[in-house]
């Protein structure tokens, strides 16, 4: 298992763009599929992207679809979420998320996920 920190939140304008960071610790990161999945106030927690564990495929929610981007760089166990023309919906706590189970697929439901960060607060402003 790995420990799982994220970094990057903070408040934007809509419109606005960040960058959130998660490092893993641990020699299993490069062997986990990885994902970001948020929860806003009052919701249920959504998987926003996901990406396989070699960074070949990789899967959106049809509302962040072409503005969000997440990577993940396994020599440095850090998986990135990048967030361009951020909008007030997008306002959540964001949670870095591990799947340990060997899969060479995404996990695009939040329970596939049994690693979890603490989560990182992103507020947008309208």
């Known amino acids: 298992h790995v420990q799982l920190v994220e970094s990057g939140g903070g408040l934007v304008q809509a419109g606005g763009s960040l960058r959130l960071s998660c490092v893993a610790s641990?020699?299993?990161?490069?062997?986990?599929?990885m994902g970001w999945v948020r929860q806003a106030p009052g919701l249920g927690r959504e998987v926003v992207a996901a990406i396989t564990w070699g960074g070949g495929s990789s899967y959106y929610t049809p509302s962040v679809k072409g503005r969000f981007t997440i990577s993940r760089d396994n020599a440095k166990n850090t998986l990135y979420l990048q967030m361009n023309s951020l909008k007030p919906e997008d306002t959540a706590v964001y949670y870095c998320a591990g799947r340990s189970h060997p899969s060479n697929d995404y996990a695009y439901t939040e329970r596939q996920y049994d690693q979890w960060g603490q989560g990182t607060q992103v507020t947008v402003s309208s």
């Open positions: 641990g020699r299993t990161f490069s062997t986990y599929a």
